[in-house]
T-cell receptor, first 114, second 112 residues
Framework: KAGVTQTPRYLIKTRGQQVTLSCSPI?????VSWYQQTPGQGLQFLFE???????NKGNFPGRFSGRQFSNSRSEMNVSTLELGDSALYLC?????????????FGPGTRLTVT | GENVEQHPSTLSVQEGDSAVIKCTYS??????FPWYKQELGKRPQLIID?????GEKKDQRIAVTLNKTAKHFSLHITETQPEDSAVYFC???????????FGTGTRLLVSP
């Protein structure tokens, strides 16, 4: 079974620009969660999508948004990029049938904002 | 979930020693307690998890123990090996569907 994939793997953007990251979950998984990982703040939950609906949201500004398609693939968008948005963005997929399903992480997208 | 603390932040042991990492959480509704291992430059991977109706779970050299009353759970690694060197994260959750609240991480270094 293919694992979670994320594209692109690396991205360099300028302050003020916007960016879209993509995540393809494991086949059959309906939940996709997004996390931001930075050296200073660690791993922080952004949001979770299940069946095209946002089910849970972390404490990030509205510049961070996401969506999920009918095939469970998910995208996250960051608008008006700031230097502090430089991070590794990880998505994780799971069955999503209840709290505590094992989450499988993708390799991440490393975003650098200059 | 919610407020999660992990101790120690760094742990250095000799090969063959045991290592213990403790995770304290504040959300009494948490019912799922996983531990993730993240090697340098790689994605986090689940190594063991436990649910609130179980006090202890073991898988070869690793084990997790849970004290729900005191709101903490611990990762135990016995007979450590150099390939155990990584950052370990606890991530209690379960109350908010798939939302995991990660601890700050423990860097484990196993010296040969």
């Amino acid at each position: 079974k293919a694992g979670v994939t994320q594209t692109p793997r690396y991205l360099i953007k300028t302050r003020g620009q916007q960016v879209t990251l993509s995540c393809s979950p494991i086949s059959g998984h309906r939940s996709v969660s997004w996390y931001q990982q930075t050296p200073g703040q660690g791993l922080q939950f952004l949001f979770e999508y299940f069946s095209e609906t946002q089910r849970n949201k972390g404490n990030f500004p509205g510049r961070f948004s996401g969506r999920q398609f009918s095939n469970s693939r998910s995208e996250m968008n960051v608008s008006t990029l700031e230097l502090g948005d430089s991070a590794l963005y990880l998505c994780a997929s799971s069955l999503g049938t209840g709290g505590g399903d094992e989450q499988y992480f993708g390799p991440g997208t490393r975003l650098t904002v200059t | 979930g919610e407020n999660v603390e992990q101790h120690p932040s760094t742990l250095s042991v000799q090969e063959g020693d045991s290592a213990v990492i403790k995770c304290t959480y504040s959300d009494s509704a948490s019912n799922y307690f996983p531990w993730y291992k993240q090697e340098l430059g790689k994605r986090p991977q689940l190594i063991i998890d436990i649910r609130s109706n179980v006090g202890e779970k073991k898988d070869q050299r690793i084990a997790v123990t849970l004290n729900k009353t005191a709101k903490h759970f611990s990762l135990h690694i016995t007979e450590t090996q150099p390939e155990d060197s990584a950052v370990y994260f606890c991530a209690p959750g379960g109350t908010g569907f798939q939302k995991l609240v990660f601890g700050t991480g423990t860097r484990l270094l196993v010296s040969p």
